[in-house]
C-alpha cells in the first residue's frame, strides 16, 4: 500500500508541476502530462486505500505532495520559499509522523 501511495504522490507531483507548465491547458504536451499524471494518482491512491484509511492515506499525500511540489518548483521554475513557509511545511512532515506513530486513527 505505501508503494502505491508513494507512486501516487510521485504522479500527482509530476502532474502539478506540468500544470504549471500547461498555461491554462494551451499547452498540448503539458496538458496530456496534466491529465495522465492526475489520472494515474487518483487510481494509485484508489489501490492504496483498499488497505489505508482514507485520512491517513490523504495525510500522507497532502504533507509530501506540497514539501515535493515545492522542492521541485524551486528547481524547476526558480521559486523560492521563506522560513515561515519551511517551518510550516516542517510541521506538516512531523504531525503526519504523529497521526501515523501515536494515534489511534492510523489502526486499519
Known amino acids: 500500500m505505501y508503494v502505491y501511495l508513494l507512486s501516487a ?3 500527482e507531483v509530476v502532474a502539478t508541476t506540468a500544470l504549471n507548465a500547461s498555461n491554462g491547458f494551451t499547452k498540448l504536451w503539458a496538458s ?3 491529465i495522465c499524471g492526475y489520472g494515474a494518482a ?3 491512491l484508489s489501490l492504496t486505500l483498499r ?3 482514507v485520512g491517513i492515506a490523504y495525510a500522507i499525500w497532502s504533507a509530501l505532495g506540497i514539501v515535493l511540489v515545492t522542492g521541485v518548483s524551486a528547481i524547476v521554475y526558480k521559486q523560492k520559499i521563506d522560513v515561515v513557509g519551511m517551518t510550516g511545511m516542517g ?3 512531523v504531525g503526519v509522523m504523529l497521526l501515523m506513530v ?3 486513527a492510523s489502526v486499519h
Open 91 to 93: 510541521l506538516m512532515i
Open 102 to 104: 501515536f494515534s489511534n
Open 51 to 53: 488497505d489505508m484509511k
Open 32 to 34: 496530456l502530462i496534466v
Open 42 to 44: 487518483f487510481y494509485l
Open 9 to 11: 504522490i510521485i504522479c
